[in-house]
C-alpha cells in the first residue's frame, strides 16, 4: 500500500482492503480524513494505522468512482474540515466488497485448516 | 467527467486538498500534545508522520492530473531542445510543408474541375446532342435538322441548340466586339438555370422576326453594367440594333462550349445560309426523359438523321446522331490529365512524410543517450513516450500549417498560369482556393502525419533496453529495418526525382524547339489586330472593298509602317479555317481534298515577307466583277499538282452551295498558318477584295517597335469609321507566344519542372537522412577504423560510397523509367526523341551533384570523429 509497507514494524493492511475499510467506517456517519484515520485505528485497537499517504490518495479514488461524497463543514472545534459521506453506490460496493472478502477468509481458513477427513 | 471538472478548478482543488492535510495534521499535532509532548515536537512529529506533503499532494494530484502540465512540459523542453539545434525541425517542417502544399493544391484544382457539379440542375440527363459522321463524331446541327429532330423525337423532353456570334456593342467609349452566344428558346430551361434578375424567354421570342431581347452574363452585369439593379428594361446596341435587356444570368453559370459569352439572345434570325439543311453551324443539348438510357436516345436519334437524309436527299456526307453525356465535353479532355497531376501529388506527400519521419529518426537516434539516462533515472516508459509523441505532434502541427500556407499561396497563381482554352473547360476555376473540401484533405493530411511522426521514434524506444542504449552494444533490429527500409525508400525517391527531371528537360526542349520552329514569314516588326466591320454600314462589295482601301491607305501613310497586309486570320492560330476542293478537269471520286484557306489582301503575303515561288501576287484590282484567282502554297503544289506547273490551273469549291472557281497564279513558300505543333497543311489564297469578309486582321510592317504603334493603328481606324471592331492588338511575336500550343507546352514544361525540382529537394534530404542516420550508427567503427591507421579521406570514401551506390541505383531505375514516360508523354513532345542523350546525361550530372552536396556533411562529420572519444563514448 505505497508508503504504508515501507515502515514495515507494523502489520501490513491486506492490498485492497483499505477502500473497505474506509466505506464501512462511513456507514456509522460521515466523516473527516482524520477522523476515519482515528476511527479504524481505534476500532482495531491500534493494530491499523492508516498512513496519511496512502488514506487520502485512497479517499481521492472513491470520490473519483462517486462512491462517496465530500463537503465542507465546521467541526465542533470551529474548524473547517471536509467531510465525507458514503452514497448510495458506496454501499453497494462495500457489499460486494464485504463478500468478495468474506469469501476469501473463507478459503484461506479451509485451506490452513487442511483436509477434512471424506 | 469528474476529472474534466477538477481539471478547470485545478487551482481550488489543489488548495482544497493543502487545507484538507494541514487540518489533518493539526489534529495530529493536538492529539500528541494532549499525550503531553511540546509544542515543537509535536509538530515536527506530526509532520514526519505525514511524509512528504508535496509528494502526497502529488500523488493525490496524479490521479486525477490530466497530463496538460507534462504535456506542457514537454512542449518547453521540445522548443528548447529545437532552439539549439534548429536543422532537422526546420527541415523536417520545410519538407512536410511542400509536400502538403503542393498536394494541397493539386487537390484544389481536381476537386474544383471534377467533384464540383456542373451548374445545372440535374446534370447526368443533360445530353450533347450532334450529327456526326466518320471522320467527325461531333458535327455541328443545321437549324432545319434541329427543327425535326425536336418534332420527331421521343427521348428528350426538350432540345435546343447553341451558336456562337461576335456582336459590335456600342459603349460610350466607342464600339467594342464582344463574344454572344445565340440559343433556342428553352435552352436555360433545359439547362435548368434560373435567372437571378429579370426573366427567361418566353416561348415565342425564338420563332423568326421575335422581338430583340437579351439576357446579360453575371460577369457583363458586373463589368459593363456596373451590377444595377434596373438594368432590365435597358437596352444594349448591338450591331446597331437596340436589344432590350430582360435578365441576368446568376453567378455560378457557366457554359464551356460558349466560352465567354457576354450577351445571350435568342434565335430569331436566320442568315441565309443558316435556312439551308446542309450548313452544319449549331452545338446541340438535350435534357434525357426519365428512364430513356443514352444509348437508346443515341438510337432513335440516328435513326430520325437517317430518315431525313432519305427525305431530302442529302448526299455526300453520311451522317448519323451522337449522344454523350455534356459533362464529358467539358470535362472529359481534362480528366487523365487532371487524375495524372493528383496521382503524381499524392505520391510526392507520401515521400515527403517518409522523409520527415527518417529526419525525426535520425534525431532520436542522436538522443539515444539522453532517452537511456532519463530510464535510468526512473521515468516511465509511458512518459517518454509522451515525450516524442508531444514533439512528433508539434512537428505535424507546424508543417501541417505551413502546407496549408503554401498552397494558399500556390493555388491562385496556379489558377492564373493555366492556359485560357484549358480553363473554360473548368467551369469552377474561380473557386479553387481553401475550403471545405481542401480543409477536410489538409486536417487529414495532418493527423496521418502527426501519426507518423510521432509513432516513429517510439518504435525505437520498444526495440531497445536501457543499458543496450547506453553500452551501445550492436545495433538493434529497429535501426536494421530502418537502414533497410531507408535504403529502399531514398532509391525510390530518387528514381522518381530522375523521371521528373528528365521529363522537365524534354519539355522543356520542345517548348525551346516549338518556340523556334520554322514559320515561312518573318513575325517580328509586325503589328496585328482584329478588325470587325458592322455589317448594316458596309453592305454592298463597293462599300466593303472602299473599307480595305481606306484602311490600307491611312495605315500606309503612318511614319515607321513599310507595309500593310490583311488577312482572314493570322498564322500560327488554327487549322480551323478549311475548304474542301475538287480540281475541274479531274475525275472526282469522292475524295476529300481538304486544305487550310486564308482571304488576304493584295500586299498580305508580301507584309509577312513570304517567299514568292512561282508567277504572282494578287493585284488590286481583282475583285469581285472579275474571275476568281488563287495563291497557293508548295504544300497544294506538291500534293495536289506533282510534277507540274499549277500556274493556270483550276481549283473549285463550293461555298456554302455556290460553286467559285479559282484560277491558280501564283506559288508561294509554306506559310506556317496552323499551331506550331502540327504539320503545315497545303493552304489556299483567295483575294480579300473578292471574298469580301467582314471581319478580318490586319497585319503591318513597321520599322520602329511595334509595340509602339499598336494605339496608333487603333485610334487610325477609329477615325476611319467609329462603328469599327477593334481588338486584340498585339505584335506578331506575342500572338505566337500566345497560341494554344506555345501556352500547352509552356504549362506542361513549368509544371512538371516545378514537380521535379521539388523531388529533387526531397529526394537529396531523403538522402541526406539516411546518410546521417547510418553514420551515426557506425561511430564505433569509424573510431575503430580511424584508431587502426585510416586517414580521414578513406572515412569520406567510406561514406560517399554508400550514397554513391544509392544514387547509382535510383539513377538507373529512374533512367529506364523516364525513357519509358517519355514514350507516353510522346505526344507533348516536339522535335525530340524520348531517349534524347542531352536531356539524360544533364540529369545524370545533376543527380550525381545532390548526391554528392547531400553526403558531404554526413561525411565530414564522421571523418572528424575523434576515434578515442567514438571508442570511449559508446
Known sequence: MGYGSRMAKKPELLPGTLDMLILKTLTRAPLHGYGIALSIKRLSSNVLTVEEGSLYPALQRLLLQSWVKAEWRMTETNRRARFYTLTAAGRKQLESELSQFEQMIAAIGRVLSGPQEA | ?874
Open chain 2, 1 to 874: 467527467m469528474k476529472k474534466l471538472a477538477i481539471l478547470f478548478r485545478r487551482g481550488q482543488f489543489h488548495s482544497e486538498l493543502d487545507e484538507e492535510m494541514a487540518f489533518h495534521r493539526a489534529q495530529v499535532e493536538q492529539e500528541l500534545i494532549d499525550r503531553g509532548m511540546t509544542p515543537e515536537d509535536a509538530r515536527y512529529a506530526a509532520m514526519r508522520q505525514f511524509g512528504n506533503a508535496a509528494r502526497l499532494s502529488d500523488q493525490s494530484q496524479e490521479l486525477v492530473s490530466f497530463r496538460v502540465e507534462t504535456v506542457l512540459q514537454d512542449l518547453h523542453f521540445a522548443l528548447r531542445q529545437w532552439k539549439k539545434n534548429p536543422g532537422i525541425a526546420l527541415a523536417a517542417i520545410l519538407i512536410l510543408a511542400l509536400g502538403m502544399g503542393t498536394s494541397l493544391s493539386i487537390f484544389g484544382f481536381v476537386d474544383a474541375a471534377l467533384l464540383e457539379p456542373l451548374p445545372y440542375a440535374n446534370p447526368g440527363r443533360l445530353m450533347s446532342v450532334n450529327e456526326s459522321n466518320v471522320e467527325s463524331p461531333r458535327w455541328p446541327l443545321s437549324y432545319p435538322d434541329y427543327l425535326d429532330w425536336q418534332r420527331l423525337n421521343k427521348s428528350f423532353s426538350s432540345l435546343d441548340v447553341y451558336s456562337g456570334a461576335g456582336y459590335l456593342l456600342r459603349t460610350p467609349s466607342g464600339v467594342k466586339p464582344v463574344q454572344a452566344e445565340r440559343v433556342s428558346g428553352s435552352f436555360f430551361r433545359t439547362l435548368g438555370v434560373h435567372l437571378m434578375l429579370g426573366r427567361d424567354f418566353y416561348p415565342g421570342e425564338d420563332r423568326l422576326g421575335g422581338p430583340d431581347v437579351v439576357i446579360l452574363s453575371y460577369g457583363d452585369w458586373i463589368d459593363r453594367f456596373g451590377a444595377r439593379r434596373d438594368v432590365v428594361g435597358q437596352t444594349a446596341d448591338l450591331d446597331n440594333r437596340a436589344y432590350t435587356i430582360i435578365g441576368v444570368l446568376p453567378q455560378t453559370f457557366s457554359f464551356a462550349p460558349g466560352g465567354n459569352a457576354e450577351f445571350w439572345v435568342p434565335i430569331n434570325a436566320l442568315s441565309p445560309h443558316e435556312h439551308s439543311r446542309t450548313f452544319y453551324n449549331f452545338g446541340g443539348i438535350g435534357r434525357l426523359r426519365d428512364g430513356v438510357t443514352i444509348e437508346a436516345a443515341q438510337a432513335e436519334m440516328t435513326a430520325i438523321e437517317r430518315q431525313l437524309q432519305r427525305q431530302y436527299g442529302i448526299t455526300g456526307r453520311d451522317l448519323s446522331a451522337n449522344v454523350v453525356p455534356l459533362a464529358e465535353i467539358i470535362i472529359g479532355d481534362v480528366r487523365p490529365v487532371l487524375l495524372t497531376l493528383l496521382g503524381g501529388a499524392g505520391l510526392l506527400l507520401l515521400i515527403a512524410t517518409l522523409n520527415a519521419a527518417g529526419l525525426v529518426l535520425v534525431r532520436s537516434e542522436s538522443r539515444k543517450r539522453e532517452v537511456a539516462v532519463r530510464r535510468a533515472l526512473g521515468a516511465s516508459r509511458s512518459r517518454l513516450v509522451r515525450q516524442f509523441v508531444t514533439e512528433g505532434l508539434v512537428l505535424a502541427v507546424l508543417g501541417s500549417l505551413a502546407g496549408m500556407m503554401v498552397a494558399g499561396g500556390m493555388m491562385r497563381p496556379l489558377a492564373h498560369l493555366v492556359p485560357k482554352d484549358m480553363a473554360s473547360n473548368m467551369p469552377f476555376l474561380e473557386g479553387v482556393g481553401l475550403n471545405a473540401h481542401t480543409g477536410a484533405l489538409a486536417a487529414a493530411i495532418a493527423l496521418m502525419a502527426a501519426l507518423l511522426l510521432a509513432v516513429t521514434p517510439t518504435l525505437r524506444l520498444s526495440f531497445n533496453d536501457v543499458r543496450g542504449a547506453l553500452a551501445d552494444a550492436t545495433p538493434g533490429a529497429a535501426s536494421r529495418l530502418w537502414r533497410k527500409l531507408g535504403a529502399n525508400l531514398v532509391v525510390a525517391e530518387l528514381s522518381v526525382a530522375v523521371v521528373l527531371l528528365a521529363g522537365a528537360g524534354l519539355l522543356g526542349q520542345s517548348l525551346y524547339r516549338l518556340l523556334h520552329v520554322p514559320l515561312g514569314f518573318d513575325p517580328n516588326h509586325l503589328a496585328t489586330l482584329q478588325v470587325m466591320a458592322p455589317g448594316t454600314a458596309y453592305k454592298t462589295d463597293e462599300q466593303t472593298v472602299g473599307l480595305y482601301r481606306e484602311v490600307v491607305r491611312r495605315i500606309s501613310r503612318l511614319p515607321g509602317v513599310e507595309s500593310v497586309g490583311m488577312t482572314s486570320m493570322l498564322p500560327a492560330q488554327c487549322d480551323c479555317a478549311s475548304d474542301r476542293i475538287q480540281f475541274p478537269g479531274r475525275p472526282y471520286h469522292g475524295e476529300h481534298n481538304e486544305v487550310d484557306e486564308r482571304h488576304v489582301s493584295a500586299a498580305y503575303l508580301a507584309t509577312l515577307k513570304t517567299r514568292l515561288v512561282r508567277g504572282r501576287l494578287f493585284t488590286d484590282r481583282e475583285d469581285a466583277s472579275m474571275p476568281g484567282v488563287a495563291v497557293i502554297n508548295q504544300a497544294l503544289a506538291r500534293r495536289y499538282f506533282p510534277g507540274q506547273d499549277p500556274i493556270g490551273q483550276r481549283i473549285a469549291d463550293d461555298e456554302f452551295g455556290t460553286p467559285h472557281v479559282w484560277e491558280i497564279v501564283g506559288v508561294v513558300d509554306d506559310v506556317r498558318e496552323g499551331p506550331l505543333d502540327s504539320d503545315i497543311q497545303p493552304t489556299e489564297y483567295f483575294p480579300l477584295n473578292q471574298t469580301l469578309d467582314h471581319g478580318f486582321s490586319l497585319a503591318v510592317r513597321t520599322r520602329q517597335a511595334p509595340g509602339t504603334l499598336l494605339p496608333v493603328l487603333v485610334s487610325t481606324l477609329h477615325q476611319i469609321d467609329p462603328s469599327l471592331g477593334v481588338s486584340d492588338e498585339a505584335t506578331m511575336n506575342e500572338q505566337i507566344d500566345a497560341t494554344q500550343a506555345a501556352l500547352l507546352h509552356r504549362f506542361s514544361a513549368w509544371l512538371v519542372g516545378g514537380f521535379a525540382a521539388m523531388a529533387l529537394v526531397l529526394g537529396g534530404v531523403g538522402l541526406y537522412g539516411l546518410i546521417a542516420y547510418s553514420v551515426s550508427q557506425r561511430r564505433r567503427e569509424i573510431g575503430i577504423r580511424m584508431a587502426l591507421g585510416a586517414q580521414r579521406s578513406s572515412v569520406y570514401r567510406l561514406v560517399m560510397l554508400q550514397s554513391g551506390w544509392l544514387t547509382l541505383a535510383g539513377l538507373a531505375i529512374g533512367l529506364v523509367c523516364s525513357v519509358g514516360a517519355s514514350v507516353v508523354m510522346r505526344n507533348l513532345l516536339f522535335g525530340l526523341q524520348p531517349w534524347d542523350p542531352l536531356t539524360l546525361a544533364s540529369v545524370a550530372v545533376l543527380l550525381a551533384l545532390v548526391s554528392i552536396a547531400a553526403s558531404f556533411l554526413p561525411a565530414h562529420r564522421a571523418a572528424s570523429v575523434n576515434p578515442t572519444d567514438a571508442l570511449r563514448m559508446e
